[in-house]
T-cell receptor
Framework: DGGITQSPKYLFRKEGQNVTLSCEQN?????MYWYRQDPGQGLRLIYY???????QKGDIAEGYSVSREKKESFPLTVTSAQKNPTAFYLC???????????FGPGTRLTVT | GQNIDQPTEMTATEGAIVQINCTYQ??????LFWYQQHAGEAPTFLSY????GLEEKGRFSSFLSRSKGYSYLLLKELQMKDSASYLC?????????FGAGTTVTVRA
């Protein structure tokens, strides 16, 4: 089945450690996105990529990094520089001809 | 900048109708999306408006007025499973800007 996968669903890390969240899609979409969701707040854009080997910062990119080496994959690294990393992270993708974004199931990251 | 406002919470009775309003002030506009999100899950697509007017899809309808920067999502014949958060999102240049979401609670 076509879709977006994120793993793991729950992730726990100690403060000061970098952690990488995976996002894979087999929808043949060109664009991919990472969002962060906190309680009572809307989704906030971290990074996005419209083409392989290219990506742009979103509204809250500080403390995060990404890569886009393959069309299907867009991993997000939460670095130790991110002050409040505990959140629900959502990956999405879309075809360039459409504005509709399809979301993965999300990864809930807890940093203690 | 982007400013997208929607009410925080709404409560309605099973079988009733609820209207969720969304107002926006954004630097660009390519369309407006409504997504449904159950707690702890991914948002799922409900509707997309790019032109003014009403789009109807089963029990859900969405309206857009671009001149007023206003949209609403209408949920009819409410069911318990409609209890969820509803997200308004404005599309601009292949990016989406989201409102904080409206939590709808359906009571028996």
């Amino acid at each position: 089945d076509g879709g977006i996968t994120q793993s793991p669903k729950y992730l726990f890390r100690k403060e000061g450690q970098n952690v990488t969240l995976s996002c894979e899609q087999n929808l043949n979409h060109d664009a991919m996105y990472w969002y962060r969701q906190d309680p009572g707040q809307g989704l906030r854009l971290i990074y996005y990529s419209q083409i392989v080997n290219d990506f742009q910062k979103g509204d809250i990119a500080e403390g995060y990094s990404v890569s886009r080496e393959k069309k299907e994959s867009f991993p997000l690294t939460v670095t130790s520089a991110q002050k409040n990393p505990t959140a629900f992270y959502l990956c999405a993708s879309s075809g360039l001809a459409s504005n509709e974004q399809y979301f993965g199931p999300g990864t809930r990251l807890t940093v203690t | 900048g982007q400013n997208i406002d929607q009410p925080t919470e709404m409560t309605a009775t099973e079988g009733a109708i609820v209207q969720i309003n969304c107002t926006y002030q954004t630097s660009g506009f390519n369309g407006l999306f409504w997504y449904q999100q159950h707690a702890g899950e991914a948002p799922t697509f409900l509707s997309y408006n790019v032109l003014d007017g009403l789009e109807e899809k089963g029990r859900f309808s969405s309206f857009l007025s671009r001149s007023k920067g206003y949209s609403y999502l209408l949920l009819k014949e409410l069911q318990m499973k409609d209890s969820a958060s509803y997200l308004c999102a404005v599309s601009n240049d292949y990016k989406l800007s989201f409102g904080a979401g409206t939590t709808v609670t359906v009571r028996a």
